[in-house]
């Protein structure tokens, strides 16, 4: 589901949704569009640098109020620019949680 978010939104804004170039920058991307993973989400990283990474950008972000408001821009460029519908099927398919993510059955009812 991921993968197809991303293709929509590069449909969506004729390029590429998340242009990182490097893992770090890619990552820093998500925070920016997604803001803070959730608690849970964050525990079931398994690779030691990665839950690192993950942990430093969220005490970032939840330090500096200008990035979590980055996020929230985003998501209302999105619903502003392409509508709410639009926007949250986006949204459903690029959430952090793979566990929480909509599923395809679920976003053919969207």
Same mark, same amino acid.
């Given at each position: 589901?991921?993968?197809?978010?991303?293709?929509?939104?590069?449909?969506?804004?004729?390029?590429?949704?998340?242009?990182?170039?490097?893992?770090?920058?890619?990552?820093?991307?998500?925070? /920016? !569009?997604? #803001?803070?993973?959730?608690? &849970? $989400?964050?525990?079931?990283?398994?690779?030691?640098?990665?839950?690192?990474?993950?942990?430093?950008?969220?005490?970032?972000?939840?330090?500096?109020?200008?990035?979590?408001?980055?996020?929230?821009?985003?998501?209302?460029?999105?619903? /502003? !620019?392409? #509508?709410?519908?639009?926007? &949250? $099927?986006?949204?459903?398919?690029?959430?952090?949680?793979?566990?929480?993510?909509?599923?395809?059955?679920?976003?053919?009812?969207?």
């Amino acid at each position: 589901m991921w993968a197809i978010g991303c293709v929509l939104g590069e449909l969506l804004l004729r390029k590429p949704l998340f242009p990182g170039t490097t893992s770090d920058d890619q990552l820093y991307l998500y925070f /920016d !569009t997604l #803001g803070v993973p959730g608690l &849970s $989400f964050r525990n079931r990283i398994r690779k030691q640098r990665s839950r690192e990474l993950v942990e430093s950008f969220c005490s970032e972000f939840d330090n500096n109020n200008n990035r979590a408001i980055e996020a929230e821009k985003s998501r209302q460029y999105f619903i /502003d !620019t392409f #509508g709410a519908t639009v926007s &949250s $099927f986006l949204f459903s398919c690029i959430s952090w949680d793979p566990h929480t993510r909509s599923t395809a059955a679920e976003l053919l009812n969207h």
